[in-house]
């Protein structure tokens, strides 16, 4: 018998916010087997229990754990909401999405473009953002000029951050304009690369992920997004 708190059970349910479901308890909209919910602490069975919200049935079943895989554009915050009113990433998904309680997994800039997973599944988003699992990503990075063998190597071997070194990382010359170089590292530290350029004095004009682990952006456009396979999802835990 699978129970949890009446109000853990409407949140997760995806249908309103925590303060909303507590305001709807608190005027007796909700009702549990036809009478109305005194406690937000009433113990419910996902299974048989019979909620209703303003006399609409809601389903108590756990969301489908649903990963999707976005290219996000520029001026996107990575966030779910943003105190200064900017889009963010769950603005910009298609409707059939936004009743899912998605959220990103890590963050990119406003100002990156590039893979971005977003999901409904904690565990998920432990899995791929504990530094212990180390998946690889892979960004490109523009800066105007060419940086010199030594240079490369500093980085490579890692430099000092205002939060520690960083660790070693793999860094290529690339000509895919606007981007030169190709930086992989596994940590996620807050604006990783564009730090590690400013110790060099290099000022970073375009950063795009293209790779997280064994996951690649592939065709998708900037804006786009698609839904990922469990076939996708098992190879990416692996
Ligand atoms: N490193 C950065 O500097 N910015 C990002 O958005 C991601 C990695």
Redesign the pocket.
Known sequence: MATKPLIKALTEAGIGSRRRMTDAIKQGKVKVNGAAAESFNHLVDLAKDHIQLNGQDVSLQPDTVICLLLNKPVGVVSTTSDEKGRGTVLSILPDNYRRHRLYPVG???ID?TGLLLLTNDGALTYRLTHPKFEYE?E?LVAIKSKMTIQEIQQLQRGVPLEDGMSYPAKIREISQPPFNYSVIIHE?KK?????MFEYLRYH?TA?K?IRLGNLTLGNLKEGEVRRLTTKEISALLR
């Open positions: 963050r990119l800039d990156t990503k960004y996620g604006r990783q690369v564009r730090r970073v950063l992920r």
